[in-house]
């Protein structure tokens, strides 16, 4: 069992979604459609702005681990978590193998390492949470049970920093080194940030309704000084926004920054009870699927975008309509057997509730 989902956290989920559908429109605009260099600065711009899909996602796990209210069953969470997020990962992998007919080595390998498609490494790093569980939860009442969280969440900055700040260099580089992006001690603290906003909920959501001020200043002075890291480490003639990083010390100040402003974003259009809060909610029941699938539809409507047209009008468009076919899609896909398989959802799941967790009597081991 787990408690109630705050609402404002299914409009998070739904901006995160839709950010990373962004960030797919714009690499494929900028790195095989050469715009000109003033489309180029406006492109990395807007791409910085929607650079906090992972970050969020990872903090929204956290969240949603932290309200584990009862003894855990790992057999049969780690079996849901099987059909939710593993089977869905297998089935669009294969699909995307289908267009770059790797050998059964290389095959084996991008799967472990989300490599079939250049999206699926989150898979790869989240799901390490969710084996970690059994230690995690414990930990989190722990925390709570002392007051500890503040103290918590300061030596974990600390620590992210210094790491995220070692790491930093050989990120980009072509070593296995590099790959230490996609394990779970890359996004811990965004994890643990979750998790203590899921404990302090009501202090959490004053704290960062009172902090908007200044976190918005703050938030445009990173995001100035992460532009200017951008434009001053590579010619605005031949950008390249793989560059941008989440594992440098700017950008954990950034997104950090900006995850405190989204939940407040999030709090408002749940309070306005708006069509956009309405649509919101709905692609929230999608996400994963669509998520996973995006690049699959994103590349069938590459063709059919006029070159002719600004380059950023061409990622507007693309964006439109791949959001539009994978949520689409998933919500189709829902009614029919195939669920479980592209979307890792049931047919029953909106009416039948799946007993992940089982409350343990005092003495009898798991």
Sequence with gaps: MIKKTPAELSVMKSLAFLAVVFQSALLYVMNDRYPHAEEAIMISILFQVVKFSAPVFVFLVGFHIAQQNEAIHYSRYMAHKWRELIIPYITWSSIYFVFSHPHAWEAMKQLLLGEAAPHLWYVVMIIQFHLLIGAIVPFFRWLNEKKYWKLFIIVSAIIYMSFVTFISPF??????????????????????????????????????????????????????????????????????????????????????????????????????????????????????????GHVFFLSMFVSIIPTTMYSLLQAVMLFAMTTIASIGICYMIHATPFSLLFIGQARERRTISIPIFSKLKKGVPS
């Excluded at 002075?221 to 010619?235: D, N």
Aim: no cysteine; aromatic share 22%.
């Design 171 to 292: 990120v980009q580089s072509k070593s296995y080194v590099h790959y230490i992006d996609r394990t779970f001690l890359s996004y811990f603290f965004y994890f643990g940030l979750g998790g203590m906003a899921a404990y302090t909920l009501p202090a959490w959501r004053k704290f960062v309704i009172r902090a908007i001020p200044l976190n918005t200043f703050l938030f445009l002075s990173l995001f100035i000084f992460v532009g200017y890291e951008l434009f001053t480490s590579q010619s605005i003639f031949s950008i390249d926004l793989t560059t941008i990083t989440y594992l440098k010390p700017s950008m954990v100040l950034y997104v950090t920054s900006e995850i405190f402003l989204l939940y407040g974003l999030s709090i408002t259009i749940v309070q306005t009870k708006s069509l956009l809060y309405t649509a919101l909610r709905f692609v929230s029941r999608y996400t994963y699927g669509a998520y996973i």
